[in-house]
Nanobody, 117 residues
Framework: VQLQASGGGLVQPGGSLRLSCLVSGFTLNYHTIGWFRQAPGKEREGISC???NTVNVTKGRFTVSRNNAKNTVYLQINSLKPEDTAVYYC????????????????WGQGTEVTVSS
């Protein structure tokens, strides 16, 4: 099982970014995949997720979407702020519902996002 996050980098405030999570070793269609982030000195926090029954979910500036044919889940972040600076992780949940870090079965390796001018 692998979850490979990519797409991070240095972005100016107000910009947008799309992160990708390429999964392998399991059938994406049947699983809930979430995005989390961890800022320096802070605990890892959940952003949002897509369940097997959802194609995309938008929460404020964050949209999580899935493309089962490409085995990929995306995180679109708009209007980036310096406080969005963090390492972003994708993760497979144990069950069908979105949950906290305690409900995670597998983590990706993370991709770093820095928002700065």
């Amino acid at each position: 099982v692998q979850l490979q996050a990519s797409g991070g980098g240095l972005v100016q405030p107000g910009g947008s970014l799309r992160l990708s999570c390429l999964v392998s070793g399991f059938t994406l269609n049947y699983h809930t995949i979430g995005w989390f982030r961890q800022a320096p000195g802070k605990e890892r926090e959940g952003i949002s997720c897509v369940t097997p029954n959802t194609v995309n979910v938008t929460k404020g500036r964050f949209t999580v979407s899935r493309n089962n044919a490409k085995n990929t889940v995306y995180l679109q972040i708009n209007s980036l702020k310096p406080e969005d600076t963090a390492v972003y992780y994708c993760a497979r949940h144990r069950g069908p519902d979105c949950g906290t870090t305690a409900q995670i079965m597998d983590w990706g390796q993370g991709t770093e996002v820095t928002v700065s001018s």
